[in-house]
């Protein structure tokens, strides 16, 4: 019998433990499901494609808006108490714009992008006290945050409550972070159709201002011979570096993988079902 109860104590704690961690991983299972749930009526709505999540990452979705991409996800600082936001992504076609706009303190939790510029006041009085602003370019700034956008991101700083709203453009991207995981489906929608409104007027400002290239007829190797660094996938939202393919129709480049995936070119209105690769420049022979 002495011999016996220690054996019993070990299998009892054994079934204890195998227990709990039963229950955390069905828990987390289960809040998974919810949040694909969350996000599958997101891409219903918008027409797009749902990135599953699994117990150990979460959902994306990504759709076009206007001719260019964007992907809602969630991203997390990383350690034991992590912070995470739900994050708005979208395609911006000028790449030499520099944007920052946040409320004071806010980027002491996230980080900058545009380290060493000084406050800007953009002449409207209420969002100039609210938010630090820096930029590249003064006048295309106050052009880009136009009223209607600077309404949306005093919005998306109410929404939950939590007073942190971060917005940035750079490197053919427009950034949207919202504090805190959006978990459910009004918040998440409202999140998009207030990014997309950011989106819709600074884009309607800028056009006062500047001149846009048109993305399709663009092909990076015609000038190179490689892709250009910053050019984004419009599948992934991912700078391509490396496995290139373009659209036979429209020259869009993408992804290999992320056309595989995509099953077409993601160039809103295209269709093209074909992609070729960069031509190899044949060596001229010495005569």
């Not at 109860?5 to 961690?21: E, K, L, S």
């Amino acid at each position: 019998m002495n011999d016996f109860a220690p054996v019993c104590v070990g299998f009892f704690i054994v079934f204890i433990v195998g227990g709990v961690i039963a229950i955390v991983v069905s828990s987390s299972v289960a809040r998974a499901k919810e949040l694909n749930d969350v996000y599958a009526i997101l891409a219903r709505r918008y027409r797009g494609r749902l990135h599953k999540g699994s117990w150990f990452n979460r959902p994306s979705v990504t759709f076009h808006h206007q001719g260019t991409w964007v992907r809602v996800d969630v991203h997390s600082t990383g350690g034991k108490n992590p912070t995470l936001y739900t994050q708005v992504h979208i395609g911006w076609p000028e790449p030499g714009f520099r944007m920052e706009v946040y409320p004071e303190g806010f980027f002491n939790r996230i980080g900058r992008f545009l380290g060493g510029m000084e406050d800007i006041e953009i002449g409207s009085p209420a969002f100039d006290r609210d938010y630090i602003i820096t930029s590249n370019d003064r006048g295309m700034l106050r052009e880009t945050l136009a009223p209607e956008a600077q309404s949306a991101i005093e919005s998306l700083r109410r929404l939950r409550g939590n007073g942190q709203i971060y917005v940035a453009i750079r490197n053919y991207e427009l950034l949207i972070k919202k504090l805190g995981l959006l978990d459910d489906t009004t918040s998440l929608h409202r999140l998009t159709d207030l990014s997309l409104q950011i989106y819709d007027a600074a884009i309607a400002g800028q056009e006062k201002g500047i001149q846009f290239i048109d993305a399709k007829t663009i092909d990076p190797t015609l000038t190179t011979g490689q892709p250009e660094e910053d050019v984004i996938c419009q599948v992934c939202g991912d700078s391509i570096t490396s496995d290139v393919v373009f659209c036979r129709s429209c020259k869009t480049p993408h992804h290999q993988d992320c056309w595989q995936y995509y099953g077409q070119c993601s160039t809103f209105g295209c269709g093209q079902r074909s992609y070729r690769r960069k031509r190899k420049r044949k060596s001229k022979r010495r005569k």
